[in-house]
């Protein structure tokens, strides 16, 4: 099996393991960003109104459709990356550092997941906040929004995961980078092995999570109104003013506690997850090459 191919399957055994670590607390986000959020005074009313009215199972509401989407993303996610991220390093004349590396290939990797993340992050925010239970399922949202809308009304809000797959995913790989790097240095030299390891990758990955929902919350507020959104098509320009006018700049930043309480562990379990599945897939295939 080739490294890309490798880069792939791990890619998509890390988005699986965030998307379950994390998809509670995204649920309590995306209800606090849309725009009946108003109706929740926070973050802890809002888990308290989910539990009393549906339960453990309202959090998990339409897991099943971004557990696939969010997995095969996160997949296609670290196979650019590390594709963008073999260019830019062997590309000498460049003259870019590790972390420069790092951001300009996350960057590079962000345009190409957005296309596949809008139709997956469309449903995933419709049925979080279907509390009337509209939906049966995912399938039966996906076949919905088709039959309504078309191909266009998958793709709504594309432009804003565009913009924050592009800023935020520059700033992911270049923090975790960083920060692995720093956390790396009290060893003197030595490479950490074992569970410092997994203990650096939790950290790591945990800040690197935290830094792109700050970075990036006020634009994916944007994006799930537009796409919560089931009346006239709304442009970004349109729904950003939409916010302005009703909730003021506040608005913009609904749901940051839950974010940066979710991004933590979330982002860590991706990274734990990746960097075992990439290092057991190809420790792996070099001890099948040896036997061979």
Known sequence: MQDAG????AGVLAGSAGMIAGYP?????????????SQYRGPLHCTLSILRAEGIRGFFRGLTAPLVGGALETGLNYFLYERALEYTTNSSWLGLSRFQNAFISGCA???????????????????????????????????DVLKRDGMRGLMRGFAATEAREIIGNGLY?????????????????AAPTGLMKVGISILAGGLAGILFWTAVLPIDVVKTNMQVSTGRYQSLTQSTVQILKQRGIRG??????????????ANAAVWVAWELASSYLKSSSKMHSTAN
């Open 109 to 143: 990797a962000g345009v190409g997941i957005a296309v596949v993340l809008t139709p997956v992050e469309l449903v995933k925010c419709r049925m979080q906040v279907d509390v009337k239970q509209m939906y049966r399922s995912a399938w039966d949202c996906y076949r």
């Open 252 to 265: 913009f930043y609904a749901g940051l506690g839950t974010s940066l309480i979710r991004a933590f562990p």
């Open 173 to 189: 790989f270049w923090s975790y980078t960083l920060a692995k790097h720093r956390l790396g240095q009290h060893q003197e030299g």
């Open 6 to 9: 490798k880069d792939y399957i």
């Open 25 to 37: 607390f995204d649920t309590v986000k995306v209800r606090l960003q849309s725009v009946g959020g």
